[in-house]
């Protein structure tokens, strides 16, 4: 890792930490480049603004979350499924703080919509109860609504798993929202 790079990181190491105390409108950069131990001309180096930072950071965990996805065939098996929900929940694992900071109460409304519409593109979802009978449009609210109970799920588990393993979340997951759409 070069040393722009591990600048940058210590940036945004910094800024999430200051991000789980307090919302983005209260976080200013001098406070952010103390923690860092760096200047101010070094973060405008590196980022226009906060919200520059943020922005940043949003696009780079929901490109690895398509990134995830697209690596999942359109017609997938029930092993295709697991080996997709358990890259995400080690994608989620490895973001822990970003991730519960973006979906909490200070988090980023925009970011959870964002997330919501990328989970529910899915191949996961394309199967459907044909003894449902639904219209398009009553589908995409369900989908909306399995999409956001599966955030929140995952959100809790990476608050507090609760000694609930990764596999058996896996498990929860497939369980409750995947297999009852399949």
């Known amino acids: 890792m070069d040393t ?6 210590r940036l945004i190491d910094a800024f999430w930490e200051l991000f789980a105390q307090k919302s983005i ?3 200013s950069i001098r406070e952010l480049t103390e923690r860092a ?3 101010r001309g ?3 180096l590196h980022f226009q603004d906060i919200y520059a930072l943020l922005e940043s950071e949003e696009r780079r965990l929901l490109d690895a979350m398509s990134a995830c996805i697209d690596r999942c065939p ?3 098996s029930k092993t295709d499924l697991l080996a997709l929900m358990t890259r995400l929940i080690a994608l989620y694992e490895r973001n822990r703080e970003p991730i519960i900071a973006l979906l909490g109460d200070r988090g980023d409304g925009s970011f959870r919509r964002q997330l919501k519409d990328l989970m529910k593109s899915m191949p996961i979802w394309r199967a459907c109860d044909p003894c449902l009978q639904m219209t398009a449009g009553e589908r995409d609210l369900l989908l909306g609504q ?3 109970g599966v955030i929140s799920l995952i959100t809790d588990w990476l608050e507090d798993s609760r000694n609930v393993s990764a596999p058996n979340l896996l498990h929860l997951v497939y369980e409750t929202s995947i297999k009852r759409q399949a």
């Open 25 to 27: 409108e209260r976080i």
């Open 74 to 76: 359109p017609d997938p």
């Open 37 to 39: 131990g760096l200047t």
């Open 4 to 9: 722009a790079h591990r600048t940058r990181q």
């Open 146 to 148: 399995t999409a956001a």
């Open 42 to 44: 070094t973060f405008y």
